[in-house]
């Protein structure tokens, strides 16, 4: 084989191989214009659940420190109670407040009851 022959192959190599990144890279682009919109959704939500951070926290914490032993009534009871009294002094908690939606991952939890 000639150089010019050689250089010829080498060459087009290369090119196929330039041509296989480029088209993994615009793969890989498509896909994250995909998932931009469901990024945006979560950043939204992410930006929502900061507001009641503290007080989920707050009652997640009086829930596990206190109630764990006492009959789900009186539970719900304290957790209104408790919810009540952080609204009166403005701290923010998410409505319908429940301990798995905050402390929980709830594709594992979901993954449970399976």
């Not at 088209?23 to 939500?45: H, R, T, V």
């Not at 507001?51 to 997640?60: N, P, Y």
């Not at 764990?68 to 957790?79: A, H, M, N, Q, S």
Request: overall charge positive.
């Amino acid at each position: 084989m000639t150089e010019a022959e050689e250089k010829k192959k080498k060459l087009l190599s290369d090119r196929n191989e330039c041509k296989a990144k480029l088209d993994k890279a615009e793969n890989l682009i498509e896909g994250l214009k995909s998932e931009n919109e469901s990024w945006q959704m979560l950043l939204i939500k992410n930006k929502e659940s900061k507001k009641s951070l503290t007080g989920d926290v707050l009652i997640s914490s009086g829930i596990i420190a206190y109630l764990g032993v006492f009959t789900k009534e009186y539970r719900e009871d304290c957790i209104k109670s408790w919810s009540e009294k952080l609204k009166h002094h403005s701290v923010i908690i998410t409505p319908n407040f429940k301990l798995e939606n905050v402390l929980g991952d709830q594709v594992k939890i979901a993954k449970w009851r399976v």
